[in-house]
C-alpha cells in the first residue's frame, strides 16, 4: 500500500485503525465507570476495596510490562493485538453470565479485571508501536491527535453510555457494550493489509539484554527520562484519585448512578478540546514549551475538585476536570509523536514498553493509596491530598531540559545539537 503524506483520509489502513479503536475506546469508557458502579452499587465495596479493584486492573504492568516490549518488538504487532481483543472480549462477557446465574462476587471481578489488564498491556504497547506500520512519519502527529482526540471523544460519550446502562439493567450486564467492542476492534484489524515488516532476527538475544536496551535508551536520555518521571508522579496521585472517582460521587457527593455517568462523560469533554488544540497551540508555541505549559497552567485548578456539591456546585467537579485534561492531552499528543519518530523503530517498543512500566506501574500504588486514604479520613479529603500531590508532576517539568526548548527535536543527534547550540 502507498502511503501519501498528509491524506490520512485516503489511507484506508488507518481509517481501519481508526474506526475500531474508536469503538473499543467507547466501550472502554463505559467500563471506566460500570466496573467501579458494580462493586460499590452493586457488591457493596468499601473505599479500600475499590482502590484495590482499580490497583489490580493496573497490576500487569508492573508483572509483564517489561517482557512485553521484547514480545511486541519480536512479532508482528497486530497479531497480537488481535489476539488481545479476543481475551479482553471473552472475558468482560463473562461478567454478565456469572451475574445472571447469582454467582457473581468481589474476588470473580478482581480476577477478570486482572485478566482484562493483563491482555491489555500487551495490546497497548503493540498499539503505540504500530502506526508507524501504516501511517508516514510526516503524518504521525496528525494520526495521533485523530487517534487520541476520538479516544476522547470516547470518554465523553462512554461514561455517560455506561451509566444509563447501569439505570436500565442491573450493573454488570452493562459491561457487555465493552465486551461488544472489542470484537468489533478484532474485525476492523482483521481488515487491515499493509504488510508488517517481520521482526529482526538480531533482536533474539536473551529477554533479560534485550529488556535493558530499552531501558538503557530511555533512562539516558534527558528528554524521555523526564517523560517518564513526571507523568510517573502525576500517576501516582492522579491514579489514586481516579481510583476513587466515582466513590466519591456516589457517597460524598450523592448522586444516582446515571447521574455519575453523565457527570464523569461531561469531565471528560476536556480531552475532546485538549485533542482538538494540541496541535495548534504547539504550533504557536512550540512543542517543548507546549507540554510543560500545559501542566503548569491546568494541574492547580485540581484543587477546586473536592469542594464538589450537588446543584451550581456540580461545575466545581466539571470544570476544572476539563481543564486538566486539556493539558494531559496536549501533553500526549506530543509526546506520542515525539516517541515514535525520535527512538529507533526496532527497540521502539521496549522504550515503550520501559516508560509505560514505569508509568502504568506507579498507578496500582496510587490507586491502594487513593482506597486507604479514602476510607481513613473520608473521599473528599483524600481527593484534595491527593490532587495537591499531583502538583509535584508538573515541578518537575519546570526543572526538565523541556524548559530550555521551543520544540522537541527529531532524533537523538539533533537533540544533542539543540543540547550544545543552548
Known amino acids: 500500500m502507498r502511503l501519501v503524506r498528509g491524506k490520512l483520509w485516503g489511507n484506508r489502513d488507518f481509517l481501519f485503525l481508526w474506526i475500531g479503536q474508536g469503538v473499543s475506546d467507547v466501550g472502554t469508557a463505559v467500563s471506566l465507570v460500570v466496573v467501579p458502579l458494580i462493586a460499590v452499587v452493586y457488591l457493596h465495596a468499601n473505599g479500600f476495596e475499590v482502590g484495590a479493584l482499580s490497583a489490580i486492573q493496573w497490576l500487569p504492568w508492573l508483572i509483564i510490562g517489561l517482557p512485553a516490549g521484547v514480545w511486541v ?13 479476543v481475551v479482553r472480549c471473552v472475558l ?17 471481578l478482581y480476577l477478570v479485571a486482572f485478566g482484562v489488564g493483563f491482555a491489555t498491556v500487551v495490546f497497548q504497547i503493540a498499539y503505540q508501536a504500530y502506526p508507524p506500520t501504516i501511517v508516514d512519519t510526516a503524518d504521525l502527529p496528525e494520526a495521533n491527535a485523530k487517534l487520541l482526540g476520538t479516544g476522547s471523544v470516547a470518554q465523553l460519550a462512554g461514561p455517560g453510555l455506561g451509566g444509563l446502562l447501569v439505570q436500565i439493567a442491573r450493573a454488570p450486564f452493562a459491561l457487555i457494550a465493552d465486551s461488544a467492542s472489542y470484537a468489533v476492534s478484532f474485525v476492523t484489524l482483521w481488515l487491515i493489509r499493509t504488510p508488517e515488516p517481520k521482526p529482526q532476527a ?26 517518564t518521571i513526571a507523568p510517573a508522579i502525576s500517576n501516582i496521585f492522579f491514579g489514586g484519585y481516579s481510583a476513587i472517582e466515582v466513590l466519591f460521587l456516589v457517597r ?24 482538538l488544540v494540541a496541535r495548534p497551540v504547539s504550533r504557536r508555541y512550540g512543542t517543548a514549551r507546549a507540554m510543560w505549559m500545559s501542566s503548569v497552567l491546568t494541574t492547580p485548578f485540581g484543587l477546586l475538585i473536592p469542594l464538589t456539591e450537588r446543584g451550581a456546585r456540580l461545575a466545581l467537579y466539571v470544570l476544572p476536570g476539563w481543564l486538566i485534561l486539556i493539558g494531559i ?10 516517541r515514535q519518530a525520535y527512538c529507533p523503530p526496532a527497540i521502539l517498543g521496549r522504550v515503550v514498553a520501559s516508560m509505560r512500566f514505569v508509568l502504568f506501574g506507579a498507578v496500582p500504588l496510587g490507586a491502594l493509596a487513593g482506597g486507604a486514604l479514602a476510607t481513613a479520613i473520608g473521599p473528599r479529603s483524600a481527593i484534595l491530598v491527593l490532587l495537591a500531590g499531583n502538583l509535584l508532576s508538573s515541578v518537575v517539568l519546570v526543572l526538565s531540559p523541556l524548559r530550555h526548548m521551543r520544540d522537541l527535536p527529531s532524533s537523538p543527534t539533533a537533540a544533542v545539537e539543540t543540547a550544545a547550540a543552548g
Open 73 to 85: 518488538d519480536r512479532s508482528r504487532r497486530r497479531l497480537l493485538m488481535l489476539g488481545c481483543d
Open 329 to 338: 492531552l496536549i501533553y500526549n499528543v506530543n509526546v506520542t509523536a515525539f
Open 92 to 108: 468482560l462477557a463473562s461478567v454478565p453470565i456469572i451475574a445472571a446465574i447469582g454467582t457473581l462476587t468481589l474476588a470473580q
Open 252 to 275: 460524598a457527593v450523592h448522586l444516582a448512578p446515571g447521574s455519575v455517568g453523565l457527570l464523569v462523560g461531561l469531565g471528560s469533554l476536556g480531552s475532546v478540546v485538549g485533542a
Open 202 to 227: 538480531a533482536e533474539r538475544e536473551p529477554i533479560r539484554v534485550a529488556i535493558a536496551e530499552g531501558g538503557r535508551f530511555v533512562f539516558r536520555d534527558p528528554l524521555l527520562r523526564t517523560m
